[in-house]
């Protein structure tokens, strides 16, 4: 029996854009793979009509990630019950059941039950900046590894961008996304960690196609002209194809490529 991988994210969609291409691989590879939510995505941003009359963006939202996760390979989707704090600053940050204010031993004992249940091997959370800020991407990091450290998950990575690598991407590639709406500038570029940070890059250059999918699952919050889904297909590969980690605990003596012992 293959060991278990449990992705850890913050709102449906997220899982699709930082750990698509893992969670196809290690699926292809035979292991089983389980995506935890924190939060139900309720407060995304969403274009005028694409709700129905009365429909909630939750109900949106999870229909679009068990949809995803299927194309991804994932065996179990689970939600640990919280709401969306919204961006940072919002006054929904601290509402009642917001994700970003639950004490992070109450939201981590949710997370524990799951990782004990599965008995994960690997554990992938956020960075300490949650890539980019978030209010509920940073309580990811933090639930995350506190629920890894009482579950004793032996295997702890931190997802992140290369951010070298982006902005080398957005230099070689200035000219074709100067033409996409939405384009992040180069200039002030901040999310993720530099190059020099990162313990293991893994290869997921054969399962674009599926996070691609998988993104396009998520059509309330990816839409088809959205810049993600905009790049060119190799433009595509080469922000796609690889996925970034930095291992929790003793730094791994050689750069990984993989997040399980072979
Ligand atoms: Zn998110």
Redesign the pocket.
Known sequence: MRGTLVTF???P??EAIATGGVMARASAAGHRVVLVLGTD?ELGEVAPGVLGEGEALASRRAEEVARAAEILGVSRVAFLGYGDSGMAGEPTNTAPNAFAAAPVDQAAERLVAILQEEEAEVLTVYDENGGYG?P??IQVHRVGIRAAALARTPRVYESTLNRDHVLELMRNRAAEMGEIPDAPDPDDFTMGSPASAITTTVDVGDFVGQKRAAMQAHASQIPEDSFFLQLPPDAFREAFGYEWFIRRGERPRTHETWLFDR
């Open positions: 994210h913050a709102h969609d997220d995505g978030h509920d991407h």
